[in-house]
């Protein structure tokens, strides 16, 4: 079936929502075949949909006339009740080929091509290039600084772990375990999130009781089965011991007068990991290059939409913008850590927990704060029981999990190469496994 492709700027477009009340004047873009005829405004919020035949001989007649073809089509559409968005009910009978999002991209619209709504798609935003924080502002000396202390095993008691032992950057910031080895092997209770993306989300761990990386990054120093350090003092003597360190953070904190601090420590380590940023084919997709998704993935993210997935993941990171219950629909049968209930002492907290980005999720299993989730199918089967209440078939998981991949992005290998550490002095403080 033969198929044109026409470009046309401005024109009027009624709403796709079926109210063909309000007029908006918007640059769009027309696609007509030999059975029907599609108009898509450019910022993806407007379309509307007609029978060719209706407006052929307008359409045979040039380029000036097309602005009457969309006005026809208008007509057409408003004649039949209100009933604009004709997607559904053409795409049988005449194999509808439409949609497009924003950017709008037309060129190889098959008999069989798979549609997603642009409407859907405002729910999503690319990732931002870095995350920033008007409180730490990010500047150079304080990110190759905080590089350093990020893969730092002296900021442990035994010298042996770093934030990358459990975060390892080379491993989309995760260790692959269900729970992680710290200090003298000893294991937490709760899986490792992964770093990358992390400092965009509005609250950290799983359970939001740090307020951002910055504080965040003051935990694991002394959690005592993590880097296990026993006091603020111990952990700048440490960094005072090496003068590479102490000029690091003169560079980095020239406006203080005694910059070696604990709190300057986590500044500098949350200003590198507010550019850890994975952008993936589905920014691509949501910045108008249709063909960064396949029609395979494009069903999934439909699935992913059906299904409900959205009400928690959405957004720049899907997920990382609000607490949910895990447990939401139906309970979910290991209640054995409380989530927020621990941190607000509210038993209406109970099993609530950070609704978890889902940026590079394919390489971040095991999954779930429990870390007991072993693959991502299973992880999906279950956020559909458990948080929506439904049965997804396995071929739905599937699909689903097609279009979670398209968020994996690609690791900032230059950003993240291990720099060369300080050298330590007499007067570093010796490891000790006790
Ligand atoms: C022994 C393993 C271990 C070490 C070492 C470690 N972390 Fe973590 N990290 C974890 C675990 C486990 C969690 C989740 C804990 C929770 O939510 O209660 C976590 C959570 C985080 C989060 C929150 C991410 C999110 O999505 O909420 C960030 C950021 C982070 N760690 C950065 C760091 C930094 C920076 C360091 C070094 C200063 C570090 N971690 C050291 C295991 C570790
Ligand atoms: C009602 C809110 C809600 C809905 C709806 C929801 N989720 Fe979740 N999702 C969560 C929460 C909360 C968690 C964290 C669970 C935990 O504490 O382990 C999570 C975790 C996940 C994880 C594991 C993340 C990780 O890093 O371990 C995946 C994968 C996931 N969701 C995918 C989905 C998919 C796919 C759907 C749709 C079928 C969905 N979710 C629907 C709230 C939701």
Redesign the pocket.
């Known amino acids: 079936m033969p198929r044109q492709r026409r470009v046309v700027q401005g024109g009027w477009l009624y709403p796709g929502d079926g109210t063909p009340t309000k007029r908006q004047q918007a640059k769009f873009t027309s696609t007509v075949g030999p059975s029907w005829a599609a108009g898509v405004a450019q910022d993806g919020e407007y379309r509307r949909t007609a029978p060719t035949e209706a407006v052929g001989s307008i359409i045979e007649s040039g380029q000036d006339a097309k602005a009457e073809i969309l006005d026809k089509i208008d007509m057409l559409v408003s004649s039949e009740e209100g009933s604009v968005d004709m997607d559904g009910r053409l795409a049988p009978v005449f194999s509808l080929c439409l949609v497009l999002v924003a950017g709008m991209y037309l060129a190889g619209c098959g008999p069989k091509a798979v549609t997603v709504d642009a409407a859907k798609l405002q729910l999503f935003k690319a990732l931002p290039d870095l995350m920033e924080s008007q409180k730490n502002p990010i500047t150079e000396a304080k990110v190759s600084l905080g590089r350093m ?2 893969y730092e095993p002296r ?2 008691r035994n010298h042996d ?7 390892d950057l080379a491993q989309y910031g995760v ?1 692959g375990q269900p ?5 003298k092997g ?1 294991k ?8 990358y993306n ?2 965009g ?1 509005f ?8 307020p951002d ?1 910055e504080e ?6 002394m ?1 005592p ?3 296990a350090m026993s006091s603020e003092k111990q952990v700048v003597a440490v960094l005072k011991s090496m003068p590479g360190y102490v000029d690091a953070f003169k560079k980095a904190f020239p406006e203080e007068r005694d910059p070696v601090t604990y709190n300057n ?2 500044r500098a ?2 200003a ?2 507010r550019r850890l940023v994975t952008p993936a084919r589905w920014d691509k997709f949501l910045q108008g290059d249709q063909a960064a998704l396949t029609d395979q993935e494009k069903t999934g993210f439909n699935k992913f939409m059906e299904a409900g997935c959205q009400a928690c993941h959405a957004g720049a990171y899907l997920g ?1 913008e609000m607490y949910q219950k895990l447990g939401a629909v139906k309970p979910f049968p290991d209640a054995s850590d409380l989530g927020r209930e621990a941190v607000t002492k509210q038993e209406s907290d109970r099993m609530i927990f ?1 609704v ?2 889902l940026r590079n999720i394919e390489k971040t299993a095991p999954y779930y ?1 429990t870390g007991k989730v072993p693959t991502l199918e299973a992880a999906v089967k279950e956020m559909a029981e458990y948080q929506l209440g439904k049965q997804l078939k396995d071929d739905e998981v599937a699909s689903i999990v097609a279009y979670l991949k398209t968020l994996t992005g690609s690791i900032p290998a230059e950003y993240v190469k291990q720099p060369e550490l300080p050298k330590s002095t007499a007067k570093t403080p010796k490891p000790s496994n006790t």
């Open positions: 202390l990020y900021l442990s772990v770093s934030c990358n032992s459990c975060h260790d729970v992680s080895d710290g200090h000893q937490g209770t709760r899986n490792s999130p992964t770093v992390a400092a989300h609250v950290q761990f799983w359970d939001g009781r740090a990386v965040q990054a003051k935990g694991p120093v959690n089965v993590e880097m420590m986590a380590i949350g590198f990991e990382g950070k978890p980005s704060h």
